[in-house]
């Protein structure tokens, strides 16, 4: 079984999420008392915090180049970037390895597809909804149009992550103003709505909503076990983002 790095604490709620889903994953492909063979870099996220909200991105990608080297060093196989936001300085990251850096939006782009969709919303950080690093690379790589939500429903999403879903406080009413979000986001066309933010999901569920939901924790963590194990089980599995992580 291969190694997976971790780079966490972006935040730690959605971090101790990957942590559980890999080794659940692994579990239930091999029994007993399997687990996953993974290496956690855990950043103090108010740091990382105070440098988005600053616009000092190149300072936060030193943070995060460091983080991978440091995983890659200790013997990680392949690197998750255990949040949707730090992708910004994925290609950055990624040329600094040598091992592959699992992107988030190429391992989500393949369950959309597999779902048959070529128009979904998005909801995360106002980082995510509002740069182009995250829509473009659907958009350009994967030929998937991504909408995001109107200024002032990007506002109540951001909030709710920040003050809330980062704080590990999970509100109801927030939920019925995620999921008329939602609602929103169908009304201006969207066929699904990725949950491009890793601690959405702790908060808004599929049974919550009759729209298709794309949760990139899960899909993320996935896909780095069955990377992780795709040699040690002898599987044939095509993988559809295996060409797409080992460029570089």
């Known amino acids: 079984m291969k190694t997976i790095g971790l780079i966490g604490g972006l935040s730690w709620e959605s971090t101790s999420e990957y942590y559980r889903i890999i080794n659940e994953q692994v579990r239930s492909e091999l029994g007993g008392v399997h687990s996953a063979k993974c290496l956690l870099y855990s950043f103090d996220f108010e740091e990382i915090v105070q440098l988005q909200k600053s616009g000092a991105w190149d300072l936060a990608t030193d943070k995060m180049i460091h983080a991978a080297v440091t995983l890659e060093r200790a013997g990680a196989d392949l690197i998750l970037i255990c949040t949707n936001t730090m992708h910004k300085m994925a290609g950055e990251v990624q040329s600094n390895l040598s091992v592959p850096l699992l992107h988030i939006v190429d391992t989500t782009a393949s369950e959309i597809k597999e779902a048959g969709l070529d128009c979904v919303g998005l909801l995360g950080t106002k980082y995510t909804m509002d740069n182009n690093f995250y829509k ?57 709505v990725i949950l491009g933010c890793t601690e959405i999901p702790l908060l808004i569920k599929q049974n919550d909503t009759g729209m298709k939901l794309f949760d990139t924790t899960f899909i993320h963590a996935k896909t780095a076990v069955e990377l992780a194990m795709v040699e040690d089980n002898n599987k044939q599995k095509d993988i559809p983002v295996m060409k797409e992580i080992i460029k570089r």
Do not use: T, W
């Open 136 to 192: 473009e690379r659907f958009q350009l790589k994967h030929n998937i149009q991504v909408i995001s939500p109107d200024e002032e429903d990007q506002e109540i999403v951001h909030d709710v992550i920040f003050n809330e879903l980062c704080q590990g406080k999970m509100i109801p009413n927030s939920k019925e103003r995620y999921l008329d979000v939602i609602e929103r986001l169908r009304e201006k066309g969207a066929q699904g």
